[in-house]
């Protein structure tokens, strides 16, 4: 079996796959600091349906703080070398970009996953810590990437700055005629981001030329604002994971 690791910013998603089905997705907090035994003792917790039957690793990484100890990890709790995504490693996207080395291992990741999966020109928009819109053309190359602040980003600097607004619960809330704080503070959130991403696919079609890419969504809160508008066309929570299963493939095909 292969484990697909996500090291976010806010969390790290595991997925296990069993050729080309996942049949687990786990997450884990990322802030916080564990060493290598920490992380073993906790992944064979979580994994524990797997022991014995996990055979490769692979990463993406956009946290280098915690690298050291997930490596040491798997190393000494499952014996095995995980792969990572960095430079040189066969992804089959083509950095069309003056400074590919900027471009974030999980912006990689996801384009692999949109592009193998649906095709292109795909414009992948990944609902995280921040929210990313990726555009790839139809050779699969990485064309344009475009970077905002996430949902839980905005809301919590709401509620950090603001003297008087309480933490909230990002969810669309009945209306957008909001009558009270909270509800006012989930609509401004909810639909100030659906309204962010219709124009920024917008613009994107519009410049680059490609008004029939299909527009791919994934990340956590991703699910609520693909709901709520017909500009996105497909949500996939797996994505990143899927893309992390293509790459891990491509990479072992190359060094045979």
């Not at 929210?131 to 790839?136: A, E, G, H, R, V």
């Amino acid at each position: 079996m292969l484990l697909t690791v996500d090291v976010g910013n806010t969390n790290i998603t595991l997925g296990v796959f069993d050729g080309e089905k996942i049949v687990g997705t786990y997450r884990m907090t990322t802030k916080m600091q564990r060493t290598s035994d920490e992380f073993g003792v906790d992944l064979k917790s979580i994994l524990s349906d797997y022991k014995g039957k996990i055979d490769d690793v692979i990463i993406s990484s956009v946290v280098p703080g915690v690298m050291y100890s997930l490596n040491s990890a798997f190393i000494k709790y499952y014996g095995v070398t995980p792969k990572v995504v960095g430079p040189g490693m066969k992804t089959g996207i083509k950095l069309n970009v003056p400074n590919p080395r900027e471009i974030g291992a999980d912006r990689i990741v996801d384009a692999v996953g949109a592009y193998d999966v649906y095709g292109g020109p795909v414009i992948v928009i990944d609902f995280g810590t921040a929210t990313t819109y990726d555009l790839i053309g139809p050779d699969g190359e990485f064309l344009a990437g475009i970077t905002a602040p996430g949902i839980r980003i905005s809301a919590k600097a709401l509620w950090e700055d603001t003297a008087k607004l309480p933490e909230i619960e990002i969810k669309k809330p009945d209306s957008i005629l909001a009558k009270e704080t909270i509800s006012s503070m989930q609509a401004g959130l909810v639909y100030g981001c659906i309204g962010q991403t219709e124009y920024i696919v917008k613009r994107i079609k519009e410049e680059s030329g490609y008004t029939d890419a299909m527009v791919v969504a994934t990340g956590g809160l991703g699910k609520i604002i693909a709901e709520e508008t017909d500009c996105i066309d497909v949500y996939d929570k797996d994505l990143t994971l899927k893309g992390l299963r293509l790459i891990f493939e491509k990479s072992h095909q190359s060094a045979k």
